[in-house]
């Protein structure tokens, strides 16, 4: 049977033999593989189904896979290139975690999305509504920071503004006996030197501070004193999206991982799985290296809509696989708990 994942691979070799309006339907059908709820394999097999509702799947490229699965392609379907190395799909991730429920049902909240206050389509309110309807009992708003213009990053004044609606969210739930939090949270831009670009004080009402980097991610050097410097910085809980890879598009930075996660563990600070399917970052193989260090885990969708929060299987899954004790994630920590580690690793 021909898995997503092997689909995803051959969609992306089929883009590089392609140009123009294929080329590019075949890179997004690729990158869209990763996300599909269901093996196509099995979609395939009912009848009243057709390829066509699955994302980015238009009729030319429902041929090309009807053709592959009719004639599966006998050559080596491992990742050609290391932009598409270790990733799993949404399809595995939801089969694995299916197999320990309880890593589901226990699971606290998401701790990565965004709004409408920077580049997310919904409200807070509508995002924790549909939070709440996955049994979280919190999420932490990770709206971006004013240095990343181009995802419209908030300023000191626009996240205090976000603070008060949160407050007022946060007393509806409380007012309904409805268990549910909203954290205030940020996903704070950080330069490559590691610094923050909030003033300090705005930071204070925050529940959880994560820190990442979005500039010169395709620096070849070795970026270890960056990453030392991220998670030293005084108003850092979490570093988002560690390596900075996506999907097919960018490898990401490389660093003496140990290193930075021993400096982690050391600080009681938290590394993230972001469990959006094009970044799966960190992936298993350093995911193996920071459960050896026994720092923490933080799990995110980094979700912008709604349906996008479901990822989480993909963190949940990746985190089962490389046995991370649930001890060690911070979305297994109640509220209150995940609170006070908050304040008690920022200054
Ligand atoms: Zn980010």
């Given at each position: 049977m021909l898995r997503n994942i092997e689909i995803a691979e051959l969609l992306a070799r089929a883009s590089d033999e392609h140009e123009g309006n294929k080329q590019k339907a075949a890179r997004r059908a690729s990158r869209h593989a990763l996300a599909w709820p269901t093996e196509v394999a099995d979609l395939v097999s009912?009848?009243?189904?057709?390829?066509?509702?699955?994302?980015?799947?238009?009729?030319?490229?429902a041929r090309l896979i009807h053709g592959w699965l009719d004639a599966p392609p006998t050559d080596d379907l491992e990742p050609q290139s290391d932009l598409r190395r270790d990733?799993?799909?949404?399809?595995?991730?939801?089969?694995?975690?299916?197999g320990s429920p309880e890593w589901r049902?226990?699971?606290?909240?998401?701790?990565?999305?965004?709004?409408?206050?920077?580049?997310?389509?919904?409200?807070i309110q509508e995002m924790a509504?549909?939070?709440?309807?996955?049994g979280y009992s919190y999420v932490?708003?990770?709206?971006?920071?004013k240095g990343l213009h181009i995802a419209g990053g908030m300023n000191e004044e626009r996240l205090a503004e976000q603070g008060a609606e949160i407050d007022g969210l946060n007393a509806y739930f409380e007012s309904e006996a409805i268990d549910f939090r909203v954290l205030k949270s940020l996903e704070m831009n950080l330069s490559p030197a590691g610094a923050g670009d909030m003033e300090p004080g705005s930071l204070e009402p925050l529940d959880l501070v994560l820190g990442s980097f979005h500039s010169q991610l395709r620096k070849k050097e070795d970026q270890t004193d960056r990453?030392?410097?991220?998670?030293?910085?005084?108003?850092?809980?979490?570093l988002g999206h560690p390596r900075g890879r996506q999907w097919n598009f960018r490898l990401g930075l490389v660093a003496e991982w140990p290193k930075v996660f021993e400096a982690a563990a050391e600080l009681d600070k938290a590394v993230e799985i972001d469990a959006h399917p094009n970044r799966q970052d960190l992936n298993r193989d350093l995911l193996e290296l920071a459960r050896d260090a026994g720092v923490r885990i933080s799990i995110g969708t980094d979700a912008h809509y709604n349906h996008e929060l479901t990822y989480v299987d993909i963190g949940l899954s990746a985190a089962l696989s490389v046995g991370i004790p649930r001890q060690r994630i911070l979305n297994y920590m109640s509220a209150d708990e995940l609170v006070e580690w908050g304040r008690a690793t920022r200054r």
């Open positions: 009912d009848e009243d189904r057709s390829l066509t509702e699955l994302s980015a799947v238009g009729p030319w490229v990733f799993q799909t949404f399809a595995q991730a939801k089969e694995r975690v299916a049902t226990d699971l606290q909240g998401d701790l990565q999305m965004h709004s409408v206050y920077s580049d997310g389509s919904l409200t509504m549909h939070a709440l309807d996955l932490a708003m990770t709206d971006h920071s990453y030392l410097a991220g998670i030293r910085n005084p108003d850092v809980n979490v």
